[in-house]
C-alpha cells in the first residue's frame, strides 16, 4: 500500500505510486481519499484512521478502513446497510508499540462480534509498530501476527487476504528476514515518499532523498549586532531567548515561519545556520554565503517538514515530472 497523508493525498503522487506497483493506496484522512477519487484515480483506497463520527463518508468513499473498536463498526455497519454498500475492514491487533489495536487475548471475542456484523467484511488483520513507542518491528513481532492471522483463520474458518505487517520501520526486517510468514502487506509512506526506512532513518539503496525541496526567499539582509539590545520580555512565543554575542554579522531573513513549518523539518542547503524562528520569518546568519534579498534558499525537508509544508496553504506546490529512465 502506498501512503498517501503526508502529501495531502496529491492525485499525481497517488498516480506515481500506482505506476511503481502499489496495489492499494492509503490515507489517514478520508478528505485525501475524496480528493484523490474526484481526479480520477481508480486504486482500492484503505483508510488508516477511522472515526465513528465519518462512518457515512468512509463507506462512500474508502473500500478498506483498518479498525480497533466496536462501537466504530458499528457505525460503519449501519451506514454500509443503509447505502447498499459492502465494506472491507482490516482488524489492528497491538503488539506493543500502544497506539492503536485490540489486543491479543481480547480477539477472540471481539471478532466474533464484527462477523456477526451486516454489510461488513474483515478481510485482514495487522499491526503498527514504530509510531508511538518506538516498538521495533523484528522478528518476534511478525511471528507473532502471523500465529495470530493462522489462529484467527482456523477458529472462525476465515481466509484472511490481508496481513499487514507496518510501515516503512519494516524495511529492515523485509531486507532480512529468510521467510516473511504470513506477512504479505506494508504500509508505505516515508520509504516511498523520501527514500528513508524509518527505524533508523537510513536511506534505502536506490531511492532519491531529495524528491521535494523547500524553495524560500530571502527578504532582508544586513550587518546587525548578534545579541538584541534594550530591556527584555517574552519573545513572540512566550519564551525569554538568550543570546551569544558574536560581534556584528550579516543576517538575512527569509519570508517562511512556525505557520508553515517547525525549523526541526527543515534541512537548509550550504550548512546554513538558522538563528531563530517566529510565526512568519526565519533569521539566518548570512555572514559566509552572502545570500541576496530575493535569492532562494532551499531545504531539504523530514517526514515532519515534508507534511507541514505539504499541509500550509501558503506555500505554492510545483510538481515536476522527470523522465523515466
Ligand atoms: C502513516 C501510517 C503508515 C505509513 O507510515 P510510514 O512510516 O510513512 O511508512 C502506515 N500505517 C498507518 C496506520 C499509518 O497511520
Redo the contacts with the bound molecule.
Keep these: 500500500?502506498g501512503?498517501t497523508?503526508?502529501v495531502l493525498g496529491e492525485p499525481a503522487i497517488a498516480r506515481a505510486m500506482i505506476e511503481g506497483g502499489v496495489k492499494f493506496i492509503?490515507d489517514?484522512r478520508i478528505e485525501n481519499i475524496q480528493r484523490m477519487k474526484l481526479a480520477g484515480i481508480s486504486t482500492r483506497f484503505v483508510l488508516?484512521?477511522t472515526s465513528p463520527s465519518k462512518a457515512e463518508t468512509i463507506v462512500e468513499n474508502a473500500d478498506i478502513s483498518?479498525n480497533s473498536q466496536l462501537e466504530t463498526l458499528e457505525q460503519l455497519s449501519f451506514y454500509a446497510r443503509k447505502k447498499k454498500l459492502n465494506h472491507q475492514v482490516i482488524i489492528?491487533v497491538e503488539l506493543g508499540d500502544l497506539r492503536?489495536g485490540v489486543l491479543p487475548y481480547d480477539l477472540s471475542l471481539f471478532i466474533k462480534k464484527i462477523l456477526s456484523l451486516s454489510n461488513i467484511q474483515m478481510v485482514g488483520i495487522?499491526c503498527?509498530l514504530?509510531?508511538y513507542g518506538g516498538i521495533k518491528p523484528e522478528h518476534k513481532k511478525m511471528t507473532e501476527l502471523s500465529e495470530i492471522a493462522a489462529t484467527l483463520e482456523k477458529e472462525f474458518e476465515l481466509d484472511l487476504e490481508i496481513i499487514s505487517g507496518?510501515?516503512?520501520?519494516n524495511y529492515d526486517w523485509y531486507k532480512s528476514t529468510r521467510n516473511v510468514g504470513r506477512i504479505n502487506n506494508?504500509?508505505?509512506?516515508?520509504?516511498?515518499?523520501l527514500g528513508l526506512e524509518?527505524a533508523n532513518r537510513n536511506p534505502i539503496p536506490h531511492l532519491h532523498t531529495g524528491a521535494f525541496k523547500l524553495i524560500s526567499e530571502v527578504i532582508e539582509s544586513r550587518k546587525k549586532p548578534s545579541l538584541p539590545y534594550g530591556e527584555t520580555c517574552q519573545d513572540a512565543f512566550g519564551n525569554t531567548p538568550g543570546f551569544i554575542d558574536r560581534g556584528i554579522r550579516e543576517r538575512g531573513i527569509l519570508a517562511l515561519g512556525k505557520q508553515d513549518i517547525q525549523p526541526s523539518g527543515l534541512f537548509p542547503e550550504n550548512n546554513l545556520e538558522i538563528l531563530g524562528v517566529s510565526s512568519d520569518h526565519i533569521i539566518f546568519d548570512n555572514e559566509e554565503q552572502k545570500y541576496k534579498t530575493g535569492d532562494e534558499v532551499r531545504f531539504d525537508l523530514n517526514?515532519g517538514g515534508l507534511l507541514a509544508a505539504m499541509t500550509s496553504p501558503f506555500i505554492h506546490k510545483k510538481l515536476i515530472e522527470s523522465h523515466k529512465n
Design positions: 500500500m501512503v497523508k503526508a492509503a489517514s488508516l484512521r483498518l489492528m492503536e495487522g503498527n514504530a509510531c507496518g510501515n516503512s520501520a506494508l504500509r508505505l509512506g516515508e520509504s516511498i515518499l524509518t517526514y
